[in-house]
T-cell receptor
Framework: SAVISQKPSRDICQRGTSLTIQCQVDSQVTMMFWYRQQPGQSLTLIAT?????????ESGFVIDKFPISRPNLTFSTLTVSNMSPEDSSIYLCSVQGQGRYEQYFGPGTRLTVT | DAKTTQPTSMDCAEGRAANLPCNHS???????VYWYRQIHSQGPQYIIHGLKNNETNEMASLIITEDRKSSTLILPHATLRDTAVYYCIVRVRGVNNAGNMLTFGGGTRLMVKP
C-alpha cells in the first residue's frame, strides 16, 4: 500500500485568493489523481497528473483555475486559484497501487472559502 | 465506465453481517467491480475487487452474480467502525497509464448500530 500525506489538512481562505495543496507519497508512483468532494456529495475527479507530462483535466475543470504540478514521482501540488465560496470542498489526492487494481487516497484538505 | 446503482442508506446491527447490494446491469466483459468505503472525514479506502469469481479478503467478501449484472459486498461481522459510505465502482483494470480514474456514484451510507 501507499501512504499519502496532504498539506494543509484544512484552511479557511478569503474570496479571490489562491491556495496550493501539497500531496506527498511514500513511494514512487506514475499516476496521481486529484479529486474534489463538495459538502455532502460524492467524489469528482478533477485531473490526472503523470510525472513528466501535462495534467489531463476532466470536463468542467480547467488548468487556469486548478493548475497542477508534478515535479517528481512522489509529489504533486494542486492550486485552487481565485477562490470563491463555491470552491469550498475537500480536495483529495490519490495514487494507483502497484497492482493497478486499487487506488490509495490521502486524508484530504478541507477548504472553506469565505 | 458502467453506471452503478446502490441503495442510499442501510442499517445493520453490530455483530451481524452487512450485505450491501450493487446493480451494474451495463457492465462490460472487461470491467471489474470495485468496492471502496469512506469513513467520515477520511479519504476513501479500497476494500475489494473482482471480475467474475467471488472474492474474499480480510475485510470483506464480494459476491458477483453469474451474469455479472449485480454484486453484493458482505461485511461478515459488522462493527461500529464499519459505519461509512460504501461505493461500488465498475471500471477496466488500469493498463499502462490509460483510464485509471475512479468514477464515484452516490454510494450507500451504512450505519452500524449497537
Amino acid at each position: 500500500s501507499a501512504v499519502i500525506s496532504q498539506k494543509p489538512s484544512r484552511d479557511i481562505c478569503q474570496r479571490g485568493t489562491s491556495l496550493t495543496i501539497q500531496c506527498q507519497v511514500d513511494s514512487q508512483v506514475t499516476m496521481m489523481f486529484w479529486y474534489r468532494q463538495q459538502p455532502g456529495q460524492s467524489l469528482t475527479l478533477i485531473a490526472t497528473a503523470n510525472q513528466g507530462s501535462e495534467a489531463t483535466y476532466e470536463s468542467g475543470f480547467v488548468i487556469d483555475k486548478f493548475p497542477i504540478s508534478r515535479p517528481n514521482l512522489t509529489f504533486s501540488t494542486l492550486t485552487v486559484s481565485n477562490m470563491s465560496p463555491e470552491d469550498s470542498s475537500i480536495y483529495l489526492c490519490s495514487v494507483q497501487g502497484q497492482g493497478r487494481y486499487e487506488q490509495y487516497f490521502g486524508p484530504g484538505t478541507r477548504l472553506t472559502v469565505t | 465506465d458502467a453506471k452503478t446503482t446502490q441503495p442510499t442508506s442501510m442499517d445493520c446491527a453490530e455483530g451481524r453481517a452487512a450485505n450491501l447490494p450493487c446493480n451494474h446491469s451495463t457492465i462490460s466483459g472487461n470491467e471489474y467491480v470495485y468496492w471502496y468505503r469512506q469513513i467520515h472525514s477520511q479519504g476513501p479506502q479500497y476494500i475489494i475487487h473482482g471480475l467474475k469469481n467471488n472474492e474474499t479478503n480480510e475485510m470483506a467478501s464480494l459476491i458477483i452474480t453469474e451474469d455479472r449484472k449485480s454484486s453484493t459486498l458482505i461485511l461478515p461481522h459488522a462493527t461500529l467502525r464499519d459505519t461509512a459510505v460504501y461505493y461500488c465502482i465498475v471500471r477496466v483494470r488500469g493498463v499502462n497509464n490509460a483510464g485509471n480514474m475512479l468514477t464515484f456514484g452516490g454510494g450507500t451510507r451504512l450505519m452500524v448500530k449497537p
